[in-house]
């Protein structure tokens, strides 16, 4: 009897190995498996230049070490990384139009990226070349003291140290404790360092409220080169930029997606080329609108025979990722983001909840046009693959619930 009990669990789970096997999800890379039901984060992708349109340069000398960019209630704002204790909102349409607002009673020892939240804006006083700052912090400012008449406001302060750093003698440009990006997600910041002996970036988490905290490791990802400004998306897409201090100082964007809770190197992981810093500038802030579409700033580079200005740049990374549709809606008094993507799929639908909390129980029913059921599948993680093999080629609704509530309705395809 005990061996045809252990027979069965093996074929069980035989069974499910097959049913939830893992792999590249994404049809745009070189090794896509359309059976993988699970991202193993394993997708390969060919060279990849990423287009940047160019907008306006940007007032100068003031913006000349523009480190930062951070789009808030539609409006533009950027820090410079050097004594200046001001922050500025930029006019695209009139880059000499500067709003100028000072942080009341602080020092800019060293201001290197932007990141906000729904109700604060934060300035990263972490840059770091030497290694051996032990006054790291962050300034945390309420969005509502950002008002057009504004020329001062107060910060709370937010203070840290790593927890895996013991040595604290100056390296300068050759340390792993360097830092320039960031960016707020549930009620935490998430930071990206700056490595100038590995070329890795290590993720780090410390709370967003004012206090002194150590930033916990979570893991590391060799990025092959300087990371200096991050974002992130509602919908989960986080994009990493950086140059390579190399010859021409070539610049780059990391594109991260399909990823598990806070594990971002767990997903997809694309890497584009942007050109280099002699044509572009020295890239130093990048934030993401919301639709995948985003701004990039640079300092001044003046090198040789090279000078840029300070630039206000756009960039669109529709093109590289699965087609999507997308609905939000108010859950708790907080919006959330619901994607199928890819639209349309042959096998998979990936189910994208953003932010997903949770002790919420959704469900996902696929309807016919005529509203026959045809298949349904709870949602107990913030990204949930369905297999749709089984449907017939055609359009279909797809419908999101909670506790029986409609929250969302996606309109998905097979094909």
């Known amino acids: 009897m005990r061996f045809h009990f252990t027979l069965f669990l093996l074929l069980s789970c035989m069974n499910n190995a097959v049913f939830a096997q893992a792999g590249c999800t994404d049809p745009q890379a070189t090794n896509y498996n359309p059976t993988a039901l699970s991202n193993d ?3 390969v992708y060919t060279a990849t230049t990423l287009s940047l349109t160019l907008l306006t340069n940007l007032a ?20 410079v990384d050097n004594t200046n204790h001001s922050i500025y909102r930029i006019d695209s349409l009139n880059p000499s139009n500067l709003q100028t ?53 107060n910060a709370e302060i937010i203070n840290f140290s790593y927890a895996d750093q013991n040595d ?12 320039e990006a960031f960016f707020f997600l549930n009620d935490s910041l998430h930071l990206f360092t700056k490595d100038w002996v590995n070329k890795i970036t290590k993720h780090y988490v410390i709370p967003s409220s004012a206090g002194t905290y150590v930033a916990q490791l979570v893991d590391s990802f060799n990025v092959n080169c300087l990371i200096t400004s991050a974002t992130k998306q509602d919908d989960g897409l986080i994009t990493l930029l950086g140059y390579d201090n190399t010859g021409l100082a070539p610049c780059f964007v990391w594109m991260l997606y399909d990823y598990q809770g806070n594990n971002f190197f767990s997903g997809n992981k694309r890497y584009f080329s942007l050109g280099s810093a002699a044509s ?3 890239l130093e802030g990048i934030d993401l609108r919301g639709d995948n579409n985003g701004y990039i700033t640079n300092e001044r580079f003046q090198q040789l025979i090279f000078n840029v200005p300070p630039q206000l740049k756009s960039f669109d990374l529709n093109p590289y990722l699965p087609s999507t549709t997308t609905a939000v809606a108010n859950v708790n008094n907080q919006p959330v983001v619901f994607k199928a993507y890819p639209v349309p799929s042959n096998e998979t639908l990936t189910i994208s909840i953003q932010p997903f909390t949770k002790n919420e129980r959704y469900v996902f029913i696929i309807k016919d046009l005529n509203g026959k059921t045809i298949q349904e599948k709870n949602l107990s993680e913030e990204i949930t693959k369905l297999n749709i093999s089984g449907l017939q080629n055609g359009i279909y609704e797809g419908k999101i619930y909670l506790l029986s509530k409609l929250m969302a309705s996606l309109r998905i395809a097979k094909n």
Request: net charge negative; aromatic share 6%; charged share 15%.
């Open 168 to 179: 604290f003698t100056a390296h300068l440009n050759s340390n792993s404790f360097d830092c």
């Open 280 to 282: 572009l500038g020295q």
């Open 41 to 43: 984060g394993s997708c």
């Open 101 to 153: 607002i000072s942080i009341n009673g602080v020092a800019n020892t060293d201001w290197e990226d932007l990141a906000k939240s729904t109700d604060h804006i934060f300035i990263g006083d972490f840059g770091n070349n030497s290694g051996n700052r032990t006054d790291l912090h962050i300034l945390k400012i309420a969005n509502s003291d950002l008002i057009s008449s504004a020329t001062n406001v």
């Open 60 to 79: 100068s000398p003031v913006l000349d070490e523009s480190s930062g960019v951070c789009i808030l209630n539609g409006n533009l704002w950027t820090q």
